[in-house]
């Protein structure tokens, strides 16, 4: 039985935990707090001590970064994270599965593929892009295996479902999102990142390189709101925030204020093509219903839930 070693219990740590416990293998999972799901080995470490990260990941087949900072940090924050997680798999030989997102590409005017150039120029793209190139020169040049995955926005937690829609219908208030509700946006469920995480450490195809997580056709968020209203047998009652008030707010509020970079992803078409991955991998994302099934359950609980 091989050891899995899992940086971050959020809901992507925890589904390629739980993805990991299905096939049979050893789950370890580090975090702060020493947290993780039913069945894995928990420990408690900081992600930014690479001394007592190589400690932890001793023997493992693989680490995976699922880590997530908070946004307004990730300038300070991600560079000692990710130089820690990178030198334990260099020097435990293991393969580095790094979990990412789209930021690196910055404003899009067509759907983005493996091949888009990453030219963002905001703090959080340029964060991640610098993660990215540092673990490709050090696989280039023998040093490690790493590669990394790239979803869209998510369902499974961590969503504008689970974090900005249901809390508000909870409270029978109407949800305001800072986004546009009628473009085409691509959502990712975190069950199929954390399968072509698991996939790509088992293949050497998917070292040295990223990889576009398979997920459904895009959508808007009027949809995602109307499916998950009709699955908790409530009113769809969402509403649009304007983007002058997303600046606005984020004068004091520091999350809000991060959301300024990212606010294209929401306000035009924002589409991600994953065929190369569903091609290459054979994988196929989870039906959208399913997906928001999932992160009903998963994210938080439904209105008037007392759990």
């Keep these: 039985m091989a050891t899995h070693v899992i940086v971050g219990a959020g809901p992507v740590g925890s589904a390629v935990a739980q993805e990991l416990l299905d096939r049979g293998q050893h789950v370890r999972v580090v975090t702060r707090s020493g947290s993780g799901i039913d069945g894995v080995e928990p420990v408690a470490a900081d992600a930014a001590d690479a001394q007592r990260l190589t400690e932890i990941t001793a023997g493992a087949q693989a680490v995976y970064n699922c880590v997530n900072p908070p946004y307004h940090r990730w300038q300070e924050v991600w560079p000692p994270i990710s130089a820690a997680l990178l030198a334990a798999a260099e020097r435990n030989d293991a393969v580095l599965a790094t979990t990412a997102n789209l930021y690196g590409y910055g404003p899009v005017s067509a759907p983005m593929t493996e091949q888009t150039p990453l030219a963002a120029t905001g703090t959080k793209g340029t964060v991640r892009n610098e993660m990215w190139r540092e673990a490709l020169a050090a696989h280039e040049a023998g040093r490690v295996r790493a590669f990394e995955v790239r979803g869209s926005d998510y369902l499974g937690g961590n969503s504008y479902l689970s974090t900005v829609i249901?809390?508000?219908?909870?409270?029978?208030?109407?949800?305001?999102?800072?986004?546009?509700?009628?473009?085409p946006h691509?959502?990712?469920?975190?069950?199929?990142?954390?399968?072509?995480?698991?996939?790509?450490?088992?293949?050497?195809?998917?070292?040295?390189?990223?990889?576009?997580?398979?997920?459904?056709?895009?959508?808007?968020?009027?949809?995602?709101?109307?499916?998950?209203a009709r699955q908790l047998g409530v009113a769809n009652k969402v509403r649009s925030l304007p983007y002058a008030a997303v600046w606005a707010a984020g004068v004091v509020s520091p999350f809000?204020?991060?959301?300024?970079?990212?606010?294209?992803?929401?306000?035009?078409?924002?589409?991600?093509d994953s065929t190369l991955a569903q091609q290459t991998f054979g994988l196929h994302p989870h039906e959208f219903t399913d997906s928001i099934a999932y992160d009903l359950e998963h994210g938080t609980p439904a209105p008037g839930s007392k759990n």
């Design 186 to 228: 691509t959502f990712t469920d975190v069950r199929d990142v954390a399968t072509l995480l698991v996939t790509g450490v088992a293949d050497e195809r998917a070292w040295g390189r990223a990889w576009h997580v398979p997920s459904n056709d895009p959508v808007t968020l009027r949809e995602v709101g109307a499916t998950a």
């Design 166 to 183: 249901t809390p508000a219908w909870r409270k029978g208030r109407t949800a305001w999102v800072p986004a546009a509700l009628d473009v």
């Design 256 to 272: 809000l204020r991060e959301l300024r970079e990212t606010q294209h992803q929401f306000r035009r078409p924002f589409v991600l």
